[in-house]
């Protein structure tokens, strides 16, 4: 029987590494079986969406200004701007019907508005972070890290790929990578360091949880078939 075909949606806010890295893990044995079918952006000019065109992966643009718009500028009104946001994304992906959704440098806190329906659908998040567990929650990871060592306050930090939940950066880690840091390195020098880390724990940590995905649904189905 042939192996099933996993389906992934990639959401992305930037550049793309992690994207390709993915992407090129599809076209090899890293992920066989696993192919990207949308890539979604919620910034117009993000260069992963050129890479996911060049590799012929369908792609979206999900703006949230026109949420905005409809909603006074308040903070109810953001908040309410930001949950139909979610709710219409979280449409936009399972209309794909996707095994896993990737956050790959997917720079927007996602909405219970989002998380619930997914969740619903059994369709598990996840998400890269650049910076190892309870350390260094939310965006700008690298350069807090970078700092505090400065400060003598960290000696590492890491990468870790793990489940998005409500609270940031707090879901269970899925795969983790430390990353141990240089007296009078650059920060762009760990950037660099730091990223080559993520281009292989991305596709690990997908590779990971599409495996978690396949036990789940082998124990379902022998459980269901068992009088
Ligand atoms: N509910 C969750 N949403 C997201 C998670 C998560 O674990 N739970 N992970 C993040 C990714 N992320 C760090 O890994 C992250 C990205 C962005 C932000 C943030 O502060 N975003 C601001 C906008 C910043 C900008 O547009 O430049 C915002 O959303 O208002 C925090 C954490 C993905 N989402
Ligand atoms: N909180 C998540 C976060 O900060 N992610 C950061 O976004 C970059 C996306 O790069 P890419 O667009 O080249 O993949 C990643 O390198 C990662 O450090």
């Not at 309410?80 to 959704?101: G, I, K, M, Q």
Request: glycine share 6%; proline share 5%.
């Amino acid at each position: 029987m042939s192996k099933p075909t996993y389906k992934l949606t990639v959401l992305i806010s930037g550049n793309g590494t992690n994207l390709q890295a993915l992407i090129d893990a599809c076209t090899s044995s890293a992920l066989p079986s696993t192919r990207i079918v949308r890539v979604i952006s919620n910034r117009k000019s993000a260069y992963g969406l050129t890479r996911a065109a060049t590799a012929s992966i369908p792609t979206a643009y999900h703006n949230l200004q026109p949420y905005k718009k409809q909603h006074p500028d308040t903070a109810d009104g953001i908040s309410a701007a930001r949950s139909a946001y979610d709710a219409d994304l979280a449409a936009l992906v399972l209309a794909d019907a996707p095994d896993l959704v990737v956050c790959a440098g997917w720079m927007h806190i996602l909405a219970p508005s989002f998380l619930t329906p997914l969740a619903a659908a059994e369709v598990p998040v996840i998400n890269l972070h650049p910076a190892l567990p309870g350390e260094f929650a939310g965006a700008g990871a690298i350069e807090r890290a970078w700092e505090a060592f400065r400060k003598g306050e960290v000696k590492k930090t890491g990468v870790m790929i793990h489940e998005v939940i409500a609270e940031v950066d707090a879901g269970r880690p899925i795969v983790v990578e430390e990353v141990k840091m240089r007296e009078g390195e650059t920060l762009e020098e760990l950037e660099e360091r730091m990223h080559k880390v993520e281009h292989g724990l991305i596709v690990e940590g997908t590779k990971r949880t599409l495996k978690e995905i396949e036990e789940r649904r082998t124990k379902r189905k022998s459980e269901g078939e068992v009088w």
